[in-house]
């Protein structure tokens, strides 16, 4: 039985692709890889997740890394959060759920500019018990530290508790605290693999 269902929001309820992003900017292959180590898989990334930095000393720290790429650092910073957009059919999913008696909340590792931006754009968030974003936490998935704020903050029980998240090591992270768990990626539909746990909670 499952009383409780956690959503992560990159790649689950709001596209975000690297990739794509930097590919709006840049077509030569060698530098969309720079671009690519030197901001979205640095450590200042994980930095903001933390709300250790903000997206300004962040900029300015990529700079000082790649001066001769300073525009299109600034450009790629400025617009980033544009291409995060609802993934319609999983948040439909999610409008679904929100009609019958169960408790939804979200764990998701995000910046502070960015969420509030999504935050005030998109209404989904309504739909919400609660939400344990990094930022605010000083933590990050997959650590224990977040999940067991999550679990203490709205006295959630694990084991009646599903965890949805398209990263492998922060759905390996949830089980061994004992959350049931959904690893959410391109060959699964969101809305058929739920389905079971909905048909459990009713009855």
Do not use: C
């Amino acid at each position: 039985m499952v009383k409780n269902i956690v959503f992560d929001l990159g790649n689950v309820l709001l596209d975000f692709n690297s990739d794509e992003i930097i590919a709006d900017h840049i077509q030569d292959k060698k530098l969309h890889q720079l671009i690519s180590e030197n901001i979205f898989k640095s450590k200042e990334w994980i930095l903001l997740d933390r709300g250790e930095i903000t997206a300004q000393e962040a900029t300015q720290r990529f700079i000082k890394k790649m001066p001769e790429n300073e525009k299109l650092i600034k450009e790629i910073m400025d617009n980033w959060k544009d291409y995060l957009i609802p993934i319609d059919e999983n948040v439909e999913v999610l409008n679904n759920i929100a009609k019958k008696p169960i408790n939804l909340y979200v764990l998701s590792n995000f910046h502070k500019e960015a969420f509030e931006v999504v935050y005030e754009k998109y209404d989904f968030f309504n739909h919400f018990d609660g939400m344990i974003i990094s930022y605010r936490e000083k933590t990050i998935k997959p650590e224990k530290e977040i999940y067991e704020k999550l679990i203490n903050r709205y006295n959630l029980n694990p084991d009646l508790t599903l965890l949805i998240d398209d990263s492998e090591k922060n759905i390996d992270a949830a089980k061994k605290l004992g959350f049931k768990t959904i690893h959410f990626n391109d060959n699964i539909k969101l809305s058929n693999s739920i389905n079971d746990y909905i048909k459990r909670i009713l009855g």
